[in-house]
């Protein structure tokens, strides 16, 4: 399966060790004065490495891995103490990935393993009223701080109708950080169980409700049909959203220009080759900014 994994540079890496110190999932070693991914299993392609390393070595990319394993993650991690199970839980936290955090507590709790989760609560985790923030840490060093996963749903009503206005008086539903298909992690916590929105990058420009109508309560992904590159990657990644984060609905929104029905065939495409049928919906914008079609198709 294709997920996001960190990559290391060797003829950059120095050797300090930072990332392996930082990495607390244990998926790093230093072997021959060299930071190595010892076990693709473990990465959880979160980044905090990234930010350790002082030099660069590290970057974030989507290929072929194993799917990142939770459970035998806080297996590992458990000989390690408590000070790092409460970091890689904390890790979790920062970035949003909620379900991860509640398989580590859970697992935690089912197998007697004594660790103050207090620590854990007081930071938002898992069974904390709060909602889910923002990350609270920016990675530095090989990966673009723009791309960083950032989940920031309203917590007030399901509708998701209560966002503060901005100063122009409107008020943003946008739950997520990024947006654009190709930066997006299709296994990010905020797309499991979700109500996905994959627009084509004119139609917001287009059409001047789109947030209310289209956006609340709905996960957002970006792309152009005619000028993007590597249009297959999209596939794979609407696939794994449907197979592996298991999205409830996905609703292609797409300009009247014939260019633009390439994304509706992406996405058709990745339904069927996904082998799970979820419902699928079509909304043509008008390039005057009206509706021109909305069908389940």
């Known amino acids: 399966m294709k997920r996001t994994i960190i990559k290391i540079d060797e003829e950059l890496c120095n050797g300090c060790e930072a990332c392996v110190s930082g990495c607390h999932e244990g ?8 930071a190595r991914m010892v076990s693709e299993l473990f990465c959880d392609g979160l980044g905090a490495c990234i930010g350790d390393c002082p030099v660069g070595a590290i970057t974030l990319e ?26 890689h839980l904390k890790h979790l ?28 609560h007081n930071h938002g985790g898992a069974g904390c009223a709060k909602p889910v ?9 090989g990966s673009c701080p723009g791309s960083r996963e950032m989940s920031f749903a309203p917590a007030a009503t399901p509708s998701f109708k209560m966002a503060t206005p901005t100063a122009t008086g ?9 947006v654009q298909l190709h930066l997006l992690n299709p296994q990010a916590g905020y797309f499991r169980g979700a109500d996905v929105v994959l627009a084509a990058d004119c139609v917001a420009f287009s059409f001047a409700d789109f947030h209310n109508r289209f956006l609340a309560g709905k996960i957002l992904a970006i792309a152009c049909p005619k000028l993007d590159s590597n249009k297959e990657s999209y596939v794979e990644k609407l696939k794994d959203m449907i197979q592996l984060s298991s999205i409830n609905t ?19 495409k990745a339904v069927a080759e996904s082998g799970r049928k979820i419902p699928l919906k079509l909304v043509i914008i008008g390039t005057q900014g009206d509706v021109l079609r909305e069908e389940w198709v």
Request: net charge negative; charged share 20%.
């Open 170 to 178: 409107g008020a943003s539903q946008l739950r997520q950080w990024p």
């Open 250 to 268: 996905l609703t292609v929104i797409i300009m009247e220009v014939p260019c633009c029905g390439g994304l509706l065939q992406l996405a058709s």
């Open 27 to 34: 998926a790093l070693q230093m072997i021959d004065g060299k």
């Open 62 to 87: 989507e290929r072929e891995a194993e799917p990142y394993d939770e459970i035998a993650t806080i297996e590992r991690m458990i000989p390690k103490g408590e000070a790092t199970i409460i970091a």
């Open 133 to 141: 923030e923002a990350p609270q840490h920016a990675h530095t060093g």
């Open 93 to 120: 936290k920062d970035h949003g990935e909620i379900d991860y955090l509640k398989q580590g507590v859970g697992y935690l709790r089912a197998n007697g393993v004594q660790i103050d989760f207090a620590q854990v």
